[in-house]
């Protein structure tokens, strides 16, 4: 089956409020909704573009990438709480990743590379190789200008409503749980995506 046109929404696996907040604005959206198609057991396995253009040839994609920063803390939260208390819907953290600091975390995270998805790049996600040609996402959205950036998904499906956040949607303030050190180690971690979609501390 081949989708011309449609976009499918797909969110990464570190806690992006913003891409649900894409969801809601399709999902309230008459005229837009037509143009959205979300496969939750697929998008549950965190596909990747290549992933998606092969399940779904022809398709037009948009997701919503987070600060580097703002990741890395949210992904900690995560691995505490799922270490506590292990999700049966997620893959167990291994042993070797640490949560006891933020700082042994992300060492572990560095040293290890056991669990991919935590380490792993979102531009790896949004973009692939293909005949010496590089293929993106169609649609990248910053969580942090969602308000400001959002008009390209109003372009694109000729939709102009308003998107609408609640204040308790607002971005995730993570600077002051950082000290030189655990931002040294998120810059060497993510250095391809601080690059790529241009993030700063």
Not at 46 to 73: D, M, Q, S, W
Not at 120 to 133: A, L, R
Not at 185 to 193: N, Y
Request: glycine share 2%; aromatic share 16%.
């Amino acid at each position: 089956m081949k989708f011309e046109n449609l976009i499918l929404t797909y969110h990464l696996m570190w806690g992006n409020k913003a891409t649900e907040i894409v969801k809601r604005w399709f999902r309230h959206n008459t005229n837009a909704r037509k143009n959205w198609v979300v496969d939750y057991d697929f998008e549950s396995r965190f596909p990747k573009l290549r992933e998606i253009h092969n399940a779904y040839p022809g398709i037009k994609t948009c997701t919503v990438i987070i600060n580097p920063y703002a990741r890395a803390l949210i992904q900690y939260e995560w691995a505490k709480e799922n270490k506590k208390s292990p999700n049966s819907l997620v893959p167990i953290l291994p042993a070797d990743i640490k949560v006891e600091t933020f700082e042994a975390f992300l060492l572990s995270i560095l040293n290890k590379k056991s669990y991919t998805l935590l380490g792993s790049s979102q531009s790896s996600f949004v973009t692939y190789k293909e005949n010496d040609k590089m293929i993106s996402t169609d649609l990248i959205l910053r969580s942090e200008f969602i308000l400001d950036e959002f008009y390209k998904v109003q372009d694109f499906v000729k939709s102009y409503v308003p998107i609408v956040m609640t204040k308790d949607e607002n971005i995730y303030a993570y600077r002051e749980y950082y000290d030189l050190t655990t931002k040294e180690l998120v810059s060497t971690i993510f250095k391809e995506d601080l690059e790529n979609f241009n993030y700063s501390f």
